[in-house]
């Protein structure tokens, strides 16, 4: 099949949407698919792929790191119409995903759409306080009446289907998780020593004995500042052991004065943004992955951490469901008065440790890159007329 994904964030971006369009590009090709991804151009990459459509982008006014793609429209649609696509696949619901939608429209092409963003949970960016409720009714309304335009609808997991389910989207709705590259991520080896200690070295960590990694975008919807003081307690009663925030957004600079404020400022250090490409190393240099998010999809950051041999410490999502396990694959607290027992337990107890590790290598491996295309496929193949 010949397939075009319409993305409104590619690399070098960092986040789920990225990891979920990148694997999915990467496993239908390996199953032997002709794949096209649209997405908006950005300035610190120059793609060598041809199977990449890069559209002129500007900075987004409300979220300055992200791009949003000004294209023309004749020239794109001819773009499309040229390529003969079998399956019009979008993976937003505005900027380029609006030109996924009208192709699939105007060319009569099969459109499958991944739903990947809770909205609802993002109007506090858009909408003052007083009109937030209204505007997260708007919301669902908005995502039902995108979703009733396509043949089928993709959701991550089934908390997402629910969701949909909830808001009365009509359309078949197939659950897929999306899967992890697990030959990017893994338990690091002898070889990969060197380079790691160097890693730390240049972010001043190696005279640490324990690394606890937060990995991700630094934004209110994560929760972020409530982990940054969850973790701070014991960071102040474990001198030995530091805290890692890798990416950036718009609560990183609330997150330094609080770092100052509480006089860590030797524990904890901020990476800002990194390379797409040097993200797995922040996984292998740590000892634990924390988070406090309740908006995520699906977590792809959790995945890619038990893949590299890294225990979670992390708080309960129904997406996890089907995936992880309390108290197997990882912690997954509901209460956050066990958060600090269970972070030094996962770092200090060595049979623990070595169990939750065995269990969460495990765990990732049923989340693959490949039986996630050939779950993708299958939906294809439901969706083609």
């Known amino acids: ?17 990225v990891s979920s369009v990148l694997m999915l590009k990467e496993g239908l090709e390996d199953l032997g698919h002709e794949v096209w991804v649209f997405a908006p151009g950005h300035p ?35 773009k499309i119409r040229s390529l003969n696509l079998d399956i019009v696949h979008t993976h937003t619901e505005f900027g380029v995903g609006s030109f996924g939608f009208r192709a699939a429209s105007k060319f009569d ?18 909408a003052l306080r007083i009109f937030d409720a209204p505007a997260k009714v708007a919301v669902r309304q908005f995502t039902r009446l995108v979703c009733e335009r396509c043949e089928r609808i993709v959701a991550p997991t089934q908390k997402t289907k629910d969701l949909l389910v909830r808001y009365k989207v ?7 998780p999306t899967g992890v590259d697990l030959a990017r ?25 324990h690394v606890i990694l937060s ?55 901020f990476t800002g943004e990194v390379p797409w490409s040097s993200v797995p190393d922040y996984y292998r240099i740590a000892d634990v992955l924390v988070g406090n998010s309740h908006t995520e999809t699906q977590g792809l950051t959790f995945i890619e951490a038990l893949a590299s041999g890294v225990p979670l410490v992390v708080r309960y999502n129904a997406c996890f469901d089907g995936i992880l396990e309390d108290g197997v ?57």
């Open 1 to 17: 099949m010949r397939i075009g994904l319409f993305s409104d964030t590619y690399t070098p971006e960092i986040n789920g949407v």
């Open 44 to 78: 610190a990459t120059s793609d060598d792929d041809d199977h990449i459509v890069r559209i002129p982008s500007m900075p987004l006014v409300v979220l300055p790191e992200r791009r949003v793609a000004t294209p023309l429209e004749i020239g794109l649609i001819r």
């Open 109 to 126: 092409i099969p459109h499958v759409h991944t739903y990947h963003t809770v909205y609802e949970e993002y109007t506090h960016y858009v």
């Open 170 to 176: 009509g359309v078949p709705i197939d659950v897929a």
């Open 185 to 209: 991520f893994y338990m690091p080896s002898e070889s990969d020593r060197p380079r790691l200690a160097d890693l730390k070295k240049s972010l001043g960590i190696d005279g640490f004995k």
């Open 215 to 269: 990995l991700g975008r630094v934004a209110p919807e994560k929760s972020i500042v409530h982990l940054f003081e969850m973790v701070a307690p014991y960071l102040r009663a474990h001198k030995e052991s530091c805290f890692l925030v890798v990416g950036g957004g718009p609560s990183l600079k609330n997150l330094e004065k609080l770092r100052d404020t509480y006089g860590l400022a030797g524990q904890i250090v």
């Open 329 to 385: 694959s990882g912690t997954l607290f509901t209460d956050e008065k066990i958060f600090e027992s269970e972070l030094n337990r996962t770092l200090n107890d060595d049979a623990h440790r070595k169990c939750r590790i065995e269990h969460g290598l495990n765990a990732a491996q049923n989340v693959s890159k490949e039986s996630f295309a050939r779950n993708i496929e299958s939906v294809y193949l439901k969706t083609k007329k």
